[in-house]
């Protein structure tokens, strides 16, 4: 987008839920966190923690008072979907964003997903890792795994994305909060993708780097879970509930009246909360 266009977006209108599910990243949830805190937009920081055994619990509670505005806690773990649709439903921000609590997406670039929403051209704008971005090297039967399930997804929601799996998923408060969701593990990214293309929701891919983690160093998805998201494409693409079309609003939520001083005024933190 040139230069001049993004200086003319109502950047100072507009606040972003960012919902990061955790479950064991101690190692790297603190820094995650400062990191989205230095990006340059009106956020709200909503984290749940799904769970976690191994001290993040303890570290998200200190952390709370400077760099978190909700935090929820899961007596148990329940999986990411789950974790997702309680931080979905607890977003008072006028567009709300994944961000996962490792550092394999970078912040850094939400302003960059969240332009062709501004600019009213999106209602949903996925963030690649298959566009051309810089990516470290790492397991190559994942991208082909990657890759047939997007082209799997594509055939029954008649997208052409390339990177239907991505964590990096942004979309206007109101359609998400409309959206059916069920799904409690992985499944939620083929459930996402299904019924934003149920709700005939525009779409926008946009490349973005990406910073993969070995298993080594705490990478979760596996075989099985590949497996399950093939499920779950026949599932949410094949069976109800339908969506009901979505219509965009005539006015945006951030050109109402008085909207900026609504984006700047904090919400209160919640340290409870429970999966359904």
């Keep these: 987008m040139p230069a001049a266009a993004?200086?003319?977006?109502?950047?100072?209108?507009?606040?972003?839920?960012?919902?990061?599910?955790?479950f064991n990243e101690r190692a790297t949830v603190e820094t995650l966190l400062r990191r989205v805190r230095e990006v340059p937009l009106?956020?709200?920081?909503?984290?749940?923690?799904?769970?976690?055994?191994?001290?993040?619990?303890?570290l998200l509670r200190e952390l709370e008072p400077e760099l978190i505005d909700q935090l929820i806690f899961h007596e148990r773990n329940s999986g990411k979907g789950s974790a997702l649709r309680t931080g979905f439903a607890r977003a008072t921000g006028d567009v709300v964003v994944v961000q996962d609590a490792d550092l394999e997406y970078d912040p850094y670039e939400l302003p960059l997903l969240l332009e062709p929403i501004l600019a009213g051209k999106a209602d949903a704008v996925y963030g690649s890792r298959f566009l051309g971005g810089p990516h470290r090297?790492?397991?190559?039967?994942?991208?082909?795994?990657?890759?047939?399930?997007?082209?799997?997804?594509?055939?029954?929601?008649?997208?052409?994305?390339?990177?239907?799996?991505?964590?990096?998923?942004?979309?206007?408060?109101?359609?998400?909060?409309?959206?059916?969701?069920?799904?409690?593990?992985?499944?939620?990214?083929?459930?996402l993708t299904a019924r934003l293309a149920q709700a005939g929701a525009r779409i926008y891919e946009m490349p973005i780097s990406y910073h993969g983690r070995s298993y080594a160093e705490g990478k979760k998805i596996g075989w099985k879970d590949g497996v399950s998201a093939l499920w779950a494409i026949l599932k949410y693409n094949l069976?109800?509930?339908?969506?009901?079309?979505?219509?965009?609003p005539e006015v945006e939520p951030w050109d109402e009246p008085g909207r900026l001083a609504q984006a700047l005024t904090p919400p209160a933190s919640n340290a409870s909360g429970d999966p359904d």
Aim: include cysteine.
């Design 6 to 22: 993004r200086r003319a977006l109502p950047w100072d209108r507009v606040r972003l839920s960012v919902v990061i599910p955790c």
């Design 42 to 58: 009106h956020l709200e920081v909503i984290v749940v923690d799904d769970g976690s055994t191994d001290g993040t619990r303890e």
């Design 137 to 191: 090297v790492l397991f190559f039967w994942h991208s082909v795994g990657n890759k047939f399930l997007t082209l799997l997804s594509n055939m029954f929601t008649d997208l052409n994305l390339t990177d239907m799996e991505t964590c990096y998923k942004m979309v206007r408060r109101e359609l998400l909060q409309s959206l059916p969701l069920s799904a409690r593990r992985f499944g939620i990214e083929p459930e």
């Design 239 to 248: 069976f109800p509930p339908r969506v009901p079309r979505w219509t965009p």
